[in-house]
């Protein structure tokens, strides 16, 4: 029993002894070697943004819509169709001039020839100059006072929703960029041109609308799409930069480390920040662009793969 046991015990240490081995060598192979570069600052342009979402709908939407109960006769125009005030949209009868007209059909062309000479047909008027964006009626079918024939736009915008507590950052006529999920690498320049007095809560958080009008309409800009707004809080052109990762912070401020003289002696430049934009951020006073600023990061070696090795054999 004695020697059982003793057995047992001398297999634990071995087992043991080669755990401290494997992770021994596992943590010698993790090693850290500090990497050091050296830059100097830029003169640049650099923008801070506020981003939200929004969603392009026609900022004046207009329905045409029957002034008597009737059918289509003639529809004159198609979705995407620019037009003016007082254009022709299209024709309809009325359902008595309807009923005539049916009834003339059995007599021949001179009955029909002649009621659609004194019953005229009704034509649906564009009241406002616009683009048709809805044209989903069709010839021959009837149609009610409550239904709209076409649809115009006058013209197509962004309406963003702000979070209440960057609306005050948002001024009439700021500029924005937008960007439509459907095309992500077109930017469109837009500026403010309304914001909405009432607020509203979308998934319990409380949000302002703003309407944004696009300088120039892209062809694919269709109503109802998706869109990512960026609208530009501060901006400054000519200004000097650095990377955000050189500046180093503690409770007396912030500094960076500024290589001086021919021995390359590193020294800690207190700097006064501007504005950033979490890549570069702006300095208003400790360095010039002449100035060699030291980086220093760490690059990891990762210890070798050992899949499929057992730690306890010797290794090949």
Known sequence: MRTKKMGIFLIALVILAGSVFYMTKVKQQKTTNEVVREISPVVGSIR??????????PKNRLEIKPPVNGRI??????EGDNVKTG????WMSSTERAALLDAARGKGEQAVSYWEKAYKAIPLIASIDGE???EKVQPGQTVTTSDPV???SDRLIVRAQVDETDIGRVGLDKKAFITIDAYPDAK????VEHIYYESKTVNNVTIYEVDLLPEEIPKFFRSGMNASVDFIDQSKENTLLIPVEVVHKEKEGNYVLVKQGDNGELVRAAVKLGISDDKNVEVLSGVTKDDRII??????SLPKD???KNPFMPGH
């Open 150 to 152: 076409v649809v115009l």
């Open 295 to 300: 980086i220093k990061s760490k690059m990891y």
């Open 87 to 90: 254009d022709i949209l299209a």
């Open 73 to 78: 006769e003639r529809i004159l125009v198609k």
């Open 132 to 134: 048709v964006i809805v």
């Open 48 to 57: 801070t943004f506020i981003s939200s979402t929004g969603t392009i709908l």
């Open 306 to 308: 050992t899949r499929g």
């Open 188 to 191: 469109i320049n837009a500026v």
